[in-house]
T-cell receptor, first 113, second 115 residues
Framework: TQTVSQSDAHVTVFEGDSVELRCNYS??????LSWYIQHHGHGLQFLLKYYSGNPVVQGVNGFEAEFSKSDSSFHLRKASVHWSDSAVYFCAVRRTGGYKVVFGSGTRLLVSP | ETAVFQTPNYHVTQVGNEVSFNCKQTLGHDTMYWYKQDSKKLLKIMFS???????VNETVPRRFSPQSSDKAHLNLRIKSVEPEDSAVYLCASSWDRGFSGNTLYFGEGSRLIVV
């Protein structure tokens, strides 16, 4: 069974700060990893995903994530956040060949102006 | 731009009533999903269909039943709602597995309040 853990329920930063949102997964096989963003009152929107190759993947709106097999992690980063980045961020994992996408518990990011 | 459409957006009903949520996607995807999101924002997959075939059926109460008329539509019926069914129900679609299959496109959600 694949699991994904987001240890920080809430992260608060100031506009212009850098931020890292953490994601750790537990699965021994081949998987896809991805990040989604959910603004209040809306559905989730895809940010980026990783399967193989360069461990640093670029996403929309300046987000990037880095895969680490040794740490079983896929942390999301942004160099300079904007107030509009305030949202809930979800890490997700999917076993290759499988249909089920499992989401972490989410991290609420609050960017203060 | 929204390409997964859910109706209704919001529904308030009493315990014991029946509720249906509709979902349509215009992306040509062959796989659709229903997720339940609780008040703590936790997402739990309920069902998944691939080309009208049920492929993921998580442990959910029997009062929940998915219905798919074609690969662009996936509805969710709840027979005799309970207070714990209060949540946001999110519909999503994707391509069938593979690298592209890991990108889910979500609707805006259908909020259910059971009183």
């Amino acid at each position: 069974t694949q699991t994904v853990s987001q240890s920080d329920a809430h992260v608060t930063v100031f506009e212009g700060d850098s931020v890292e949102l953490r994601c750790n997964y537990s699965y021994g096989g081949s998987i896809y990893l991805s990040w989604y963003i959910q603004h209040h009152g809306h559905g989730l929107q895809f940010l980026l995903k990783y399967y193989s190759g360069n461990p640093v993947v670029q996403g929309v709106n300046g987000f990037e994530a880095e895969f680490s097999k040794s740490d079983s992690s896929f942390h999301l980063r942004k160099a300079s956040v904007h107030w509009s980045d305030s949202a809930v961020y979800f890490c997700a994992v999917r076993r290759t060949g499988g249909y089920k996408v499992v989401f972490g518990s989410g991290t609420r990011l609050l960017v203060s102006p | 731009e929204t390409a997964v459409f859910q109706t209704p957006n919001y529904h308030v009903t009493q315990v014991g009533n029946e509720v249906s949520f509709n979902c349509k996607q215009t992306l040509g995807h062959d796989t659709m999903y229903w997720y339940k999101q609780d008040s703590k924002k936790l997402l739990k997959i309920m069902f998944s269909y691939n080309n009208k075939q049920l492929i993921v059926n998580e442990t959910v109460p029997r009062r929940f039943s998915p219905q798919s008329s074609d690969k662009a539509h996936l509805n969710l019926r709840i027979k005799s709602v309970e207070p714990e069914d209060s949540a946001v129900y999110l519909c999503a679609s994707s391509w069938d597995r593979g690298f592209s299959g890991n990108t889910l496109y979500f609707g805006e959600g259908s909020r259910l309040i059971v009183v």
